[in-house]
């Protein structure tokens, strides 16, 4: 048996991992690569194998950095099932059309304003909808054998709705024993609102885990609610409105559910709340459907007849029509706004923000990560003016940041899933920026049931094979296409 490693490794977007066992090829997630820079753009056209040849692929969750380049990998050739979770499988109906939708959008600017008659996006909406014929959904805790002499089952990950980490029994041919594998997919946290705690997987022989916050703490999530109610309760009071940038899946839903806890609570008054933006509404119809996944709060909280992202709430209001999006513009003070994108890079949210961000009655609250250089973290570092589509304004609008709202685990959540996953004898840390993969690789070697001999952190391209006593070597065989990704230039990690 063999891992190959390919996107999301020394990365944190494009997942993809493939697995040779005996005569089959299985594709582990099949993300986009995410950014600006020319060379993720370019990496995003190239499949490193040939994907005619991929019997399965499992996917772990529906983020598009996990999920994204499913519709071009059915577009060029592969005819296999992709095996998912029921609620994956839903969010990727909407996610997936949404962003071949946005890649369309963005083809026709390029071909109309930068005269590029050549431009196309990588998947139309059409591909997406002839991908999701491939999906084949299975309940958490069933076994499903993707290809003969291997089994997999589907666990709680606590990251996003329908997320997974992902139990594997291989029986491997080449070595006659059977291999217990595991793969964190994103690996989420305890006691976040609406989802259910991440499932520990145990006895493995290897572990392919996730490092996005290797380096890093989060913030208690306890304390989110409290001061929520504090910062809204203070805006409200002096006749201001809140913009809340959030991200369509996940984010969106786990402010109205705090939100409504809140009013619950009679810790915050009912006052107008809209949600405006298409998929966000889509997306908490869709979280409605797939109760299987909430933890014990949620599910307490249903038992009462209450609908816990609002849509009975007369306060509530979902958004999808463009004219009454503008029309907020006129609706009177006290009032809240949730709208995407999460890093304001598009969608409506910037509209909003270029009308209200100069009052400095109004609030602006920071419940996501903002990625460098986008209107989220500028507005995150205060700086002003700030220009929105081009125009300077004036930001005088009140910036409360959230810190705690990660959904994925830090440090602490890390390691001690690793230490309680058995005492694997190859652990493949990816999905982690370097700084972030070296002091994890570090902290994760003084682990006791890890041995810091048997933790390597994969470069695109490198191809990890077993031997007889389950130990694993770095193959000199070398996948030079992946490996000349993303510009190519990797030296070692120290
Ligand atoms: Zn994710």
């Known amino acids: ?37 020319r060379d993720s753009i370019e990496a995003n056209l190239i499949f490193p194998f040939d994907v005619t040849e991929i019997d399965a692929l499992i996917l772990s969750h529906a983020h598009i950095d996990h999920s994204g380049a499913i519709p071009l990998l059915v577009k060029r050739g592969f005819q296999g099932p992709i095996y998912c979770t029921h609620a994956t499988r839903d969010l990727c109906s909407i996610m997936l059309k949404d962003a071949a939708y946005i890649q369309e959008k963005d083809a026709e600017w390029i071909r109309k304003k930068l005269k590029d008659p050549k431009a196309e996006p990588l998947y139309t909406v059409e591909d997406a909808e002839k991908a999701m014929t491939l999906f ?11 290809a003969s002499g291997v089994r997999v089952c589907f666990h709680d990950a606590g990251h996003i709705l329908g997320s997974a980490v992902e139990e594997w029994e291989i029986e491997d041919k080449d070595i006659g024993k059977t291999i217990r594998l595991g793969f964190t997919g994103d690996l989420g ?6 989802l259910r705690d991440p499932v520990q997987l145990e006895n493995l022989d290897i572990l392919i885990t996730e490092s996005t916050y290797g380096n890093r703490l989060h913030d208690e999530i306890e304390n989110v609610a409290a001061k929520l109610a504090k910062d809204i309760n203070a805006a409200v009071a002096r006749d201001g409105k809140i913009f809340v940038p959030a991200f369509s899946v996940g984010r969106t839903q786990e402010i109205l559910y705090i939100l409504r806890q809140l009013q619950e609570q009679k810790k915050i008054k009912p006052f107008p709340i809209f949600v405006d933006s298409p998929l966000s509404t889509s997306a908490t119809e869709i979280f409605a459907l797939h109760p299987e996944c909430f933890d014990e709060d949620l599910q307490k909280m249903m038992k009462k007849g209450l609908d816990p992202f609002c849509s009975d709430c007369a306060d509530v209001q979902y958004i999808r029509d463009v004219e009454e999006s503008k029309a907020l513009n006129q609706f009177p003070a006290p009032m809240m706004v949730i709208s995407a994108s999460g890093m304001c890079e598009a969608g409506r949210i910037r509209h909003h923000l270029a009308n209200n961000i100069e009052d400095e009655k109004n609030l602006i609250l920071i419940v996501g990560f903002m990625a460098e250089n986008t209107l989220g973290r500028k507005i995150v570092e205060k700086e002003n003016p700030v220009n929105i589509f081009g125009e300077p304004h004036e930001l005088n609008a009140q910036v409360e940041i959230y810190n705690a709202f990660s959904a994925h685990a830090d440090q602490t959540g890390l390691l001690d899933f690793a230490n ?3 005492k694997p004898k190859a652990l493949f840390l990816v999905h982690g920026e370097d700084e972030s993969l070296h002091v994890f690789r570090e902290e994760l070697g003084k682990q006791k049931n890890i041995m810091k001999s048997d933790i390597f952190i994969p470069t695109p391209g490198d191809i990890f094979e077993i031997k007889k006593d389950k130990t694993w070597h770095l193959s000199s065989e070398v996948n030079e296409l992946s490996r000349s990704l993303l510009g190519g230039e990797w030296s070692p990690i120290e």
């Not at 959904?137 to 076994?143: A, G, L, M, N, T």
């Not at 946290?189 to 609406?194: A, S």
Request: one cysteine or more; a positive charge.
């Open 136 to 146: 084949r959904s299975v309940e958490y805790k069933q076994w499903f054998s993707p």
């Open 420 to 422: 309680k996953s058995g």
């Open 1 to 37: 048996m063999k891992i190959e490693f390919s996107g999301a490794a020394r990365n944190v977007t494009g997942s993809k991992h493939l697995l040779h066992v005996n005569e089959h090829k299985i594709l582990l997630d099949c993300g986009l690569f995410q950014g600006r820079r």
């Open 189 to 194: 946290r305890k006691c976040l609102p609406i």
